[in-house]
């Protein structure tokens, strides 16, 4: 809604132009003034005239106040200096935006593009681990977001069941009968067996022809014992991973595996329509200088076998044929090989994908023990997260029975880890600091606490949600506030899909409960001669705050 009286005022300015026979050679912009004091919504395109109508911008600004025809939902325009100030009739807007919104606020028409979105996609050798955690998160929560914003979107999870560490782990079981505990979650149990297999390949280094052998009879196919080990590896620690991911709200439409595109010949129908710019040698590659890259990419090695890029051109070209736009989420180590990967795909006459590259999460030192001093698992952070919330939901006295505080701290718990790495720019290192996560004043706990407070509110009263309600009275500050707030949700849906950044949700989330917030503490709610209305925007708070935090993977509880 308040995109829509942006373009209303865009609309209304461009109308003048065309009296004043002018046109602007750059796009008109809208901003929000410093304070409220200075109206809702700004324009500085008296700057723009100044040298056209060879006048001054403060002359142009007033004659642009003068002749301009204001919308609807605006009392009034002033100048301040060159400046054209804006001020909503929140009497008349309130009532709009508190009838409008519904559980489906937020949604945007849908479009015909078909999104095929890739992340996570960590090796099958261990469980995920924080240097995973970005990816993943980042990936789910745009994938929400998108699909919110009216877009078709499959998530998938490509599966390098073709690589050296699952040749490294089939191998170290034959050799030396490492077992997988039973009493450790699947995918731990693997990467212990992982570790215990490159202690064996450290002591004694030539052991990795073991490893090459196995690697290219694998990929040779025809024994058929050894594709059993394969798929046994991969698929238990994938069954691991995928419960990792549920605890983090996080479900795959699909899981690809890379070997179906070997076995069923896209491999080697990528490589042929690439032979024209091939070079053969000992090993055969992609010569790119001439794109601009000084490396080059190998796409067979000397025994003839496939390499992960090889592969993943495959995977690409599927994808191609399989969407109308290919979005992978790739640390930032990655963009070399991302566009390695692009000039192949588009001189193979594919599509070269979109790519959101991110930076890595750091742990403060102490804040952690890691397992073996290698990693901190995905497993052990939200447990690490879960206990911290439960700490500090018993020191704040609150009265839930043992259940309700075990429910309530793993919604705060794995909505803190979302939060906290969603609220960042991807292009942002990170440094995960408890205090500032499981924040109940600056974190997502602040947010669902709001949330909370806004169902126990209307618990309390007599609320009709299909009562529509008339604002007949000047609102307070707080209250305007909120409104603007609430009014925005469209846009920043609109915003973060066409960015692809989810940190713009986030921060308008955090946002909004503020708002929310400071309207709750000053304002008389039930009881108040504007109860009615009060109500309808605790509840138009309480949708567009569940709405946000569900686009985030958070989970809203209704008591804290």
């Excluded at 937020?106 to 095929?116: D, V, W, Y």
């Excluded at 077992?179 to 450290?202: R, S, T, W």
Aim: charged fraction near 30%; charge should be negative; glycine fraction near 4%.
């Amino acid at each position: 809604m308040y995109s829509k009286l942006k373009k209303e005022i865009t609309d209304s300015i461009e109308e003048v132009l065309t009296k004043l026979r002018v046109t602007l050679d750059e796009e008109l912009t809208l901003e929000e003034p410093p304070s409220p004091e200075m109206g809702d919504i700004s324009s500085n395109v008296a700057f723009s005239l100044a040298s056209k109508l060879k006048k001054s911008p403060v002359e142009i600004a007033e004659e642009i106040k003068e002749k301009i025809v204001l919308p609807l939902y605006f009392e009034k325009v002033e100048t301040k200096g060159p400046y054209l100030n804006f001020f909503i009739n929140y009497t008349l807007f309130t009532s709009k935006v508190a009838n409008y919104i519904d559980k489906q606020y937020g949604e945007l028409p849908e479009k015909e593009e078909r999104i095929l979105l890739e992340h996570t996609s960590a090796n099958p050798n261990g469980p995920l681990h924080v240097g995973h955690l970005r990816n993943a998160i980042l990936g789910d929560s745009l994938k929400r977001v998108l699909e919110h914003a009216g877009y078709k979107v499959e998530s998938q999870y490509y599966v390098n069941d073709m690589g050296r560490q699952i040749a490294i782990i089939v191998w170290g079981m034959d050799k030396f009968g490492f077992k997988l505990d039973d009493d450790k979650k699947m995918d731990h149990a693997i990467g212990e067996v992982y570790f215990q297999c490159n202690q064996k390949l450290e002591e004694n280094p030539d052991y990795n022809k073991d490893i090459d052998d196995i690697l290219q009879r694998y990929e040779e196919g025809g024994d058929a014992r050894l594709a059993d080990a394969f798929e046994t590896v991969v698929e238990y620690c994938i069954d691991g991973i995928k419960e990792t991911l549920k605890d983090l709200n996080i479900k795959m439409n699909l899981f690809k595996w890379e070997s179906g595109f070997l076995r069923k010949g896209d491999v080697d129908n990528v490589l042929e329509k690439l032979q024209p710019f091939t070079i053969q040698k000992d090993i055969l590659y992609l010569p790119l200088e001439r794109y601009g890259v000084d490396k080059e990419l190998v796409l067979r090695r000397s025994n003839g076998t496939s390499l992960y890029a090889t592969r993943d051109l495959a995977y690409h070209q599927y994808k191609t044929k399989n969407s109308d736009i290919s979005l992978d989420i790739l640390g930032a180590d990655h963009k070399l090989a991302a566009q390695q990967l692009s000039i192949a795909l588009e001189l193979s006459e594919n599509r070269a994908p979109e790519v959101v590259f991110y930076e890595f999460i750091d742990l403060p030192e102490g804040s952690m023990s890691t397992r073996r001093g290698v990693f901190v698992s995905v497993d052990e952070l939200i447990e690490e997260s879960v206990k911290h919330a439960k700490e500090e939901l018993i020191n704040r006295g609150l009265d839930l029975t043992e259940k309700q505080l075990d429910e309530v701290s793993k919604i705060i718990g794995v909505g803190s880890i979302r939060f906290y790495i969603n609220q960042i720019s991807p292009e942002k290192p990170i440094t995960f600091k408890w205090e500032d996560a499981l924040s109940f004043e600056r974190g997502c706990a602040s947010i669902q606490y709001a949330h909370a407070r806004a169902c126990k509110l209307l618990a309390k009263s007599e609320y009709d949600e299909y009562n529509e309600v008339r604002c007949d009275y000047e609102l307070e500050d707080e209250e305007k506030e909120l409104v603007k707030e609430l009014s925005r949700f469209t846009e920043i849906i609109r915003q973060s899909a066409d960015e692809r950044r989810v940190h713009h949700l986030a921060e308008y989330t955090l946002s909004l409960s503020k708002a929310f917030n400071k309207f709750y503490k000053s304002q008389q709610v039930i009881g108040s001669e504007h109860e009615d209305l009060r109500l309808k925007l605790v509840d138009a708070s309480r949708i567009t705050l569940k709405n946000s935090l569900k686009l985030l993977g958070i989970k809203a509880p209704e008591f804290m």
